[in-house]
């Protein structure tokens, strides 16, 4: 069975930096598109960045210059580099695989919290 486990939320001030883990029980890791995606209070879950197996990435609008996706394909690790950060990042954040821009594994991990707050 897949899963996801993801680490490295915390509370951080406007305009600080954190960096999530995402380790993923996957076969064969290294060939699906990876994706961060985050789910804030009272929203519906959205995509934020995907890294491609080709190395070719997305990110969503709200976070382009600021959030940096990556990935170590001999340990199963997606991370999420966050620079300056805003309030409006506060939510839950999650990784699964991505197909066609949606969520390609029904399983989800519990998740990170990300609150930016001062």
């Known amino acids: 069975q897949v899963q996801f486990v993801e680490s490295g939320g915390g509370l951080v001030q406007p305009g600080g930096s954190l960096r999530l883990s995402c380790v993923a029980s996957i076969r064969f890791f290294s060939l699906y598109d990876m994706g961060w995606y985050r789910q804030a209070p009272g929203k519906q879950r959205e995509l934020v960045a995907m890294?491609?197996?080709?190395?070719?990435?997305h990110y969503e609008d709200s976070v382009k210059d600021r959030f940096t996706i990556s990935r170590d394909n001999s340990k199963n690790t997606t991370y999420l580099q966050m620079n300056s950060l805003k309030p409006e990042d506060t939510a839950l954040y999650y990784c699964n695989t991505v197909q066609v821009g949606r969520p390609g594994m029904n399983s989800w991990g519990k998740g990170t919290l990300v609150t930016v707050s001062s």
């Open positions: 890294l491609a197996r080709s190395g070719s990435t």
